[in-house]
């Protein structure tokens, strides 16, 4: 009795080729709607409605041209950011872009906890027990070498941000009016308003998301011949984070923006989901919000100690005993420490420095945008495949951007 071989259809067969290519890009733009993400995204929703989906817009452009500019040194040099950093510009800038990523990722994991502080409230568990277990048990998993099993479970909590996109389709918007807003600017020269399209770029196109990249393409030995692979996963998964971070605008916009309700806590932002889960609301925000705050938790210090160990050529890696790799295990355990110390202060404002940590994200942003740029243009390093004029005219344009929105905080707040 022959065997009859089952043909899949044609459209079925294409969704699954794109997905065997999906990796580094698609995790790294998911991860954007990590915790400081979602309270960004929820905050900057309930506050301004729907005039933030155009920000969206051009971020995602913006994102779409620096990722696959990190992708493609990555592919060709087969080294990561930091490494390219110290051999193009040498120890002093390469320490001062350091200093500026070991503040962007500090900020950020602080955030993280934050996260974890507020995920635990919902539950009724105090930020003194839940943030120090989370710190030691992810800790635990990591230097133990368990993680892997772990990460599975906490990347399909993370799939709880497409409880968004559902609940925008039952609560039906006016697809008008936010079609309206995504194509009109709507600007505010206003501190609370800058700070928050500063913490929109910020949590988007991070810096430590650029590193990360570069050395997954790296470590992936991408063959150039197929590189074209890389960079579809690059552009699909950045398209993908951002149309998942418009959706939590949307709805926060649509059910909180039109009430009234500005989100200042975890427990303001679960009412956003309250048209999908009634009751459950807050059970729900806050599974996606701990997924989500505990994978970041377990990638940021470890990607910042493997960048800074990598740009000064310390020895680094979780195989090697502590005692061969006492400045990776040391700075490891002083960005977790120091993280959730901070997050443990009394009285401290958790969604308000969840958004303030993006913040300082995107202000510390062009100074790493500035080096890569001057790298992704180096004929001898990257020959054929050096920065064409669209990327260049992109990507500077988002760098000046950036840097003239950080000018006007400023200038306003010393005028």
Not at 36 to 52: E, K, L, N, V
Not at 84 to 105: D, S
């Amino acid at each position: 009795m022959k065997k009859q071989n089952l043909k899949l259809p044609l459209w079925l067969r294409k969704i699954g080729l794109i997905f065997t290519i999906l990796g580094p890009g698609l995790i790294t733009a998911s991860a954007d709607n990590d915790a400081p993400g979602i309270a960004t995204y929820s905050s900057a929703g309930s506050t301004y409605g729907y005039s933030f989906i155009w920000i969206i817009i051009v971020i995602t452009i913006g994102e779409v041209v620096i990722q696959e500019m990190a992708a493609r040194m990555g592919a060709v040099t087969g080294k990561g950011t930091a490494d390219l950093i110290r051999e193009r510009f040498g120890v002093k800038i390469t320490a001062f872009a350091m200093l500026c990523l070991l503040l962007a990722n500090l900020g950020t994991t602080v955030a993280q906890f934050a996260g974890v502080a507020a995920a635990g409230e919902l539950f009724g568990v105090s930020r003194y027990i839940s943030v120090p277990v989370a710190a030691l048990l992810i800790s635990f998993l990591i230097l133990r070498g368990n993680y892997k099993n772990i990460e599975k479970l906490l990347l399909i909590l993370c799939l709880s941000s497409l409880s968004y996109v559902i609940t925008v389709f039952l609560i039906k918007p006016d697809w008008g009016l936010v079609l309206r807003d995504a194509i009109t600017p709507n600007i505010q020269f206003e501190t609370d308003y800058i700070l928050a399209v500063l913490a929109v770029i910020g949590t988007t196109i991070t810096p430590w998301g650029i590193f990360y990249l570069q050395a997954s393409v790296a470590d992936r030995g991408t063959d150039m011949a197929k590189y074209g692979q890389t960079r579809l996963d690059v552009m699909f998964g950045s398209a993908w984070g951002n149309i998942i971070s418009a959706f939590i605008i949307i709805t926060t916009a649509a059910t909180l923006f039109t009430a009234g309700i500005q989100v200042n806590d975890a427990q303001t932002a679960a009412l956003a989901l309250r048209p999908l889960a009634g009751e459950w609301s807050s059970l729900l925000f806050a599974i996606g919000l701990l997924g989500a705050s505990l994978l970041a938790v377990s990638v940021l210090p470890l990607a910042t100690t493997y960048a800074f160990c990598e740009a000064f050529g310390f020895e680094r890696g979780l195989n090697r005993p502590m005692r061969d790799a006492p400045i990776f295990y040391g700075i490891f355990g002083v960005i977790t420490m120091v993280s959730m110390l901070v997050v443990l202060i009394p009285g401290l404002p958790l969604f308000r420095i969840m958004v303030l940590s993006q913040s300082l994200n995107a202000i510390l942003l062009p100074v790493l945008l500035i080096l890569v740029l001057i790298l992704a243009n180096d004929h001898q390093l990257m020959g054929k495949w050096k920065n064409g004029t669209v990327a260049n005219v992109l990507s500077i344009g988002m760098t000046v951007l950036i840097f003239i929105v950080t000018v006007v905080l400023f200038a306003g707040e010393l005028l």
